[in-house]
Structure formats: C-alpha cells, structure tokens
C-alpha cells in the first residue's frame, strides 16, 4: 500500500508541477506580449527554456526547504497527508486559472497541508510538524510582505524611469523599453524555476522520507528532472486565461512601465531565493508589481473591480485549500488505516 500512495503521490506531484507552470507562465510572458516586445510563441519558449534552469538548479534549495519546512508521520499516514494537500491544491488550481485569476499555487498547497493534517489528527493519526510556522512564514507574511514591497518598489521606479527617458523620443523608448523587457521574461521565469520548482522537489522528497525510500541526505537526479521538466511542460502549455487577465483586464501599461514592473519582480524572486532563501510568491509580486507600475500614470488605468476580485481569492486561497484537503483527507483515511 505504502508503494502504491507513494505513485499517486508522485502522480499528483507532477500534475501540481505541470499546473503550477501553465497558470505562472502569465507573469514571465503576459506583458512582453501585451507590449509586442515578444510574440507570444517567442514569449513562452523562452520562459520555458529558463523555467526549465531554474527548477533543475533549485534541487539544491529544495532540499534545505523540505528539511525546514514541515514534518510528517511517516508511512501512509504521511503519504495520504501528502496527496490530499496536492489533490486540493491542484483542484483549486484548476478553477482560479478557469476563473482567469492569478493566485499563487505555493499558498494553496501549505494551506491544503494544513488542512489534511488538522483531518489526520481528528481521526487519530499523527499532524503535521511545523505547519504553524509554514503559514505564518509561507502564508501570512508574504501574503502581507511581498505585494506590498512589489507594488511600493515598482510604482517609485516609475518616477526615475520616466524621468531618465523625458527628453527621448517615444518611440526610441519603446523600443528601448521592449528590449528590456524581453531580457525580464528570461529573468522573471528563471526565478518562478528557482522559487516554484523548490515545492513540489521538497513535496517528493517528504514523500520519499515518509514511505521509506530515502533519509532525506540528498536530492535524487530524478526528483528535479521530474520537476523541471513537468514545469517546463506547464509552461509551454501557456494558461492564457490568466495572460489575459494580468496583460489586458487588471490595468492598461505602457513597454517602459511594463520593463519596471517585470525587472523588479525578477530581483525580488532572485534575492528572496538565492540570496535569502524566502519562499516569495511568483504571481503575488509580478502582479503586484503592474499594478504598483501602472498605477503610477497622470490617468486612471486600474480595473478595480477585477483588481478586487484578484485580491479576494488570494485571501481565500489558503482557507478553501485546508477545507478541501480537510475533506479529502477524511475521505482517504481508511487507506493510512490499511
């Protein structure tokens, strides 16, 4: 039984992994093409190609996440745990990429982790260690944190931006401004790689530690090939719903607000994983950040009502996820019982 959990969970990890990258595509690609500083096939091969060195370089974070992050019972009590957070994280996935709202995939799985262990312990197994500090560090506060430094950072630029370009041409800016942003889309996926790909690497490897297969001392070649190519796989898939939403519906922007927006977001996911280890939100802080940059326009740009409605389901985001999972969970308890 413990095998057979164990290859659903591997099953689902991948179908997390493809997700994650087919609903994240839209912030490397959704405003190059916006912008036409891209096409949009140009777009995503290259936000694939750089998905692709991301994940597969992110193993070696991964492994520091999965040791710090949380702690499961081991065998199918573990493994059950596992594979309903992934359950409910990807079905949430689902419906907000239907929905066309960017919301961050990160949050919906601690949350469904959250959720399935508070079901596990209701029915007499054992929790989940330290998922009290995975929401506080990987939930609350970024939630709270990383929009507000995205949209901050990103609407100050604007001001030295626009005034370094006020006596060039428009359209040599524009051109300018493109150039910038295609190098910004090879950025801004390398970071989604290295931030995303640590998840569902860290999600393996729990599952590796609770079935037995592994003392969690290393990072099997396989478990960041896996990931890095099921995420490249997502990413050239393109979920162009959510593109739509950030490049079109959420704000009207111009190439030189849209190279702020998107060069900044990239230095906040590459400092926040390389260089201080912070799980960041990819969708939180690229749309924050195109909010912060064209908000920061003498007209107003901004749709709030779809502004709002993004907002909303990224507060609801963890919540839905725990009571699916919670659900789910009790559902799949009589196999941890086997």
Same mark, same amino acid.
């Given at each position: 039984m413990i095998i057979f959990l164990f290859a659903l969970v591997v099953v689902f990890a991948g179908a997390f992994a493809f997700l994650n990258g087919f609903r994240d595509a839209s912030a490397a690609v959704a405003l190059a093409v916006r912008t036409r500083a891209l096409t949009p096939t140009v777009a995503v091969l290259l936000a694939g190609f750089f998905n692709f060195i991301g994940a597969g370089l992110s193993a070696a974070l991964a492994l520091a996440v999965s040791q710090a992050w949380v702690q499961l019972p081991a065998g199918e009590n573990g493994l059950t745990i596992l594979l309903a957070g992934l359950l409910s994280a990807v079905l949430w996935g689902i419906y907000t990429w239907w929905r066309g709202i960017p919301s961050s995939s990160t949050h919906a799985l601690v949350g469904g982790l959250a959720g399935a262990g508070i079901a596990s312990a209701v029915v007499g197994g054992y929790g989940v260690g330290g998922v009290d500090t995975s929401l506080l560090f990987q939930v609350v506060l970024p939630l709270l944190l990383s929009p507000l430094m995205a949209f901050a950072g990103a609407y100050l630029l604007v001001w030295p931006a626009t005034w370094a370009a006020r006596y060039t041409p428009p359209n040599v800016v524009n051109?300018?401004?493109?150039?910038?942003?295609?190098?910004?889309?090879? =950025?801004? @996926?390398? =970071?989604?790689?290295?931030?995303?790909?640590?998840?569902?690497?860290?999600? %393996?490897?729990?599952? %590796? %530690? @609770?079935?037995?297969?592994?003392?969690?001392?290393?990072?099997?070649?396989?478990?960041?090939?896996?990931?890095?190519?099921?995420?490249?796989?997502g990413t050239l898939a393109g979920g162009w719903r959510i593109s739509y939403t950030i490049g079109y519906r959420m704000i009207r922007m111009d190439p030189l607000r849209g190279s702020v927006a998107q060069l900044y977001s990239a230095a906040i996911l590459l400092v926040g994983a390389v260089g201080l280890h912070w799980p960041i939100s990819t969708t939180h802080t690229v749309t924050s950040a195109v909010l912060g940059a064209g908000a920061n326009q003498g007209f107003p740009a901004t749709n709030r009502k779809v502004v709002i409605r993004v907002l909303m389901f990224w507060l609801i985001t963890p919540a839905v996820t725990a009571a699916a999972a919670f659900v789910l969970a009790l559902s799949l308890s009589p196999l941890a019982a086997l």
């Open positions: 051109s300018r401004s493109r150039r910038a942003q295609s190098i910004a889309v090879g =950025a801004v @996926a390398l =970071a989604h790689g290295l931030q995303d790909g640590q998840r569902t690497s860290a999600v %393996l490897l729990l599952a %590796l %530690l @609770a079935s037995g297969l592994s003392d969690g001392s290393e990072m099997p070649i396989w478990v960041a090939l896996f990931t890095a190519v099921l995420l490249t796989a």
